[in-house]
């Protein structure tokens, strides 16, 4: 327990200390990462601005299977941060199987009313339904899900990224492109950025990387 919140307390303070500098950094020089955690907070500091939209900061599973090349590790180690009431996993409504992992600090910034605690009362259900924090299941209108306020355009700007990314490199003769140029790209149908739906796509197996002598490329996987 003492190693794990050791090795949470430097990831934060790495966070901390190179915020900006993250943020500039490009996906060749910070695809692959030894530690879910590192991951996950590089990620969140790397968020995209999104123009109109308020919402805090989020990281799909998906990305962190492109990150960690472990996969039982990341499993291993987001099941022990979400014990750890570190983070906090969300099933998404994008029709496909896609989680979204948030800080619960930054969950809970929305979320001033359970953070207190207390009894939450009808009104209070009414109150977070409206501003998105809980949606009811439709099998049983008396039972709700946590949700992610605001999410709606992001996840319509992930679906339409995802197709847009794909279309993009089937275009073109060899399905493939070089990393470094492909992220500089800006894509006409969401607003998302393209290195948060390229670590997307890669680590759902969509797409695959290659090094090369001149760089990593991406390319369509082959079914």
């Known amino acids: 327990m003492e190693r794990g919140k050791k090795r949470r307390r430097e990831a934060e303070e790495i966070e901390a200390e190179n915020r900006d500098a993250n943020h ?15 991951a996950l907070r590089m990620m969140r500091a790397q968020f995209p601005q999104i123009d109109k939209v308020a919402i805090q900061p989020f990281i799909l599973q998906s990305q962190l299977y492109s990150s960690v090349k472990d996969r039982t ?49 009808d009104g209070h259900i009414s109150l977070l339904i409206n501003a998105g924090l809980l949606t009811r299941q439709l099998i049983d ?20 990224g995802r197709k847009e990314l794909l279309s993009l490199l089937n275009r073109r003769r060899y399905k493939e492109m070089m990393l470094a140029p492909l992220e500089k790209m800006r894509l006409r149908l969401s607003p998302l950025d393209m290195r948060f739906l390229l670590r997307d796509l890669i680590g759902s197996g969509h797409l695959k990387t290659a090094h090369t002598p001149s760089g990593i490329v991406v390319q369509v996987s082959r079914d």
């Open 24 to 38: 500039s950094l490009s996906l060749e020089q910070n695809l692959s990462f030894s530690d879910t955690n590192v």
């Open 73 to 121: 590790q990341v499993d291993r180690e987001l099941e022990s941060l979400r014990r750890d009431k570190v983070v906090r996993i969300f099933k998404l409504n994008t029709g496909q199987d896609d989680h979204g992992i948030m800080f619960l600090e930054d969950y809970l910034k929305q979320y001033a009313l359970l953070s207190l605690g207390g009894q939450v009362k």
């Open 141 to 160: 209108p008396n039972m709700y899900w946590f949700a992610i306020p605001n999410i709606g355009s992001v996840l319509k700007g992930l679906s339409q």
